[in-house]
């Protein structure tokens, strides 16, 4: 596989492509130039700036199951994929900032604090989301896989919002420590993060690559045949929630110079798992402590400082080496009852084996 730089080159020269292709859409419908520019300016502010895992994991999929270099037709195809779920990540950031009252994002401002724009930006995630279903549309609706493209999308979209819902209500700006729980913060992980960054890409794959809704069987022979979409999806969505949970640890554990950015999760009274695994363990006194700083800002302040002094006394470093040890033994141990063929086409264990070789053991 070619270097990671060359690769995300590659990969962004079709982000152009199919930003010209959205513009022109409008062209042909003898839009307004300024409302195309603004159409062009949110594009290129919101999609692409991203590290592009989720997308350009589509591509590297593609690849594994085809068990060969893709054609430029191929290439393009799996990209614009990836650009897709580029773009329902943008949709998401776009307006989750919104919500969140949040000043910036991939260091800038976030699209809706740009001079002029405020709400507009409702409007504009709501496009990004739309450009989805017009690149489908473009690209694979004389393929056998638009339908289940499309209905994978939405979904996924749906499933999204339900995390985001399920968020929103459990960590309000008024902070209640309460409301926290180990199996809350599964839950919003599943429905907000794992099934759009990990299922959806690798599905997206499948379907390109004409996989059937066929059972097939496991290696293990007294467990059951299973759909292959259905394996993919009780692999990769636990592999997600290691993701996130990994992600919430970087955050409090991590240094600026480490991870790219400054944690923020413990100001911002997110229900990481650091906090929630905390909660578990504390003594009177440790949650006297926690529910008195814990959501206070600014950053780097005294109440920020207490609770990861908190943290320290319960171990939660100690504990996050456990449960990764633990996770990943778990993934492991599915990955290897994935059936093995040589046929291309089919499902193979090494798709697995590269999302999880990505994030274990990562620093940022």
């Known amino acids: 596989m070619a270097d990671k730089a060359a690769r995300r080159a590659r990969f962004e020269k079709v982000y152009a492509r199919i930003a010209d292709e959205l513009v022109d859409e409008l062209r042909k419908n003898n839009i307004p130039e ?17 590290k592009l895992n989720r997308g350009m ?5 593609v690849e594994i199951l085809k068990r060969r270099s893709l054609t430029e037709e191929e290439y393009v195809k799996a990209a614009v994929l990836g650009w897709c779920i580029e773009l329902l990540q943008a949709y998401f950031l776009v307006s989750d900032d919104i919500m969140d009252a949040s000043i910036t994002r991939r260091g800038q401002p976030c699209w809706y604090r740009n001079p002029g724009v405020g709400m507009i930006a409702i409007n504009d995630s709501f496009m990004i989301s739309s450009a989805i279903y017009r ?3 473009s690209y694979f609706k004389t393929d056998p896989c638009y339908v289940d493209l499309i209905e994978v999308f939405l979904e996924t979209t749906w499933q999204t919002e339900i995390g985001q819902l399920i968020d929103l209500i459990t960590a309000p700006e008024e902070v209640d420590l309460s409301k926290f729980t180990l199996q809350k913060h599964s839950l919003i992980v599943i429905w907000k993060t794992a099934f759009y960054s990990f299922y959806l890409p690798v599905a997206c ?3 390109m690559c004409g996989i059937p809704h066929t059972p097939i069987p496991s290696r293990d022979p007294s467990k059951p045949s299973q759909d292959p979409y259905d394996l993919a999806k009780s692999i990769l969505i636990p592999l997600g929630e290691y993701f996130q949970v990994q992600d919430d640890y970087l955050d409090f554990a991590g240094t600026p110079e480490q991870i790219g950015k400054i944690g923020t999760d413990i100001i911002d009274n997110k229900c990481s798992w650091c906090v929630n695994t905390a909660l578990l363990y504390a003594s009177a006194e440790q949650r ?3 529910d008195e700083h814990y959501g206070k800002k600014p950053s780097g302040g005294p109440s920020e400082l207490e609770v990861k002094r908190v943290f320290d006394e319960i171990g939660v470093r100690k504990m996050y080496t456990q ?3 633990n996770a990943v033994m778990k993934l492991r141990e599915m990955i290897a009852n994935v059936p093995e063929t040589e046929e291309p086409n089919t499902l ?4 697995f084996e590269s999302f999880l070789g990505k994030i274990y053991k990562r620093s940022k």
């Open 288 to 290: 006297k402590t926690l």
């Open 135 to 137: 690149l489908l549309k």
């Open 348 to 351: 193979r264990g090494e798709v």
């Open 323 to 325: 449960y990764e040890e």
């Open 57 to 61: 994991s589509v591509v590297d999929t």
């Open 34 to 50: 300024d409302v195309m520019s603004w159409y062009r300016r949110s594009l290129d502010y919101n999609v692409p700036g991203g």
């Open 205 to 207: 794959a499948m379907y």
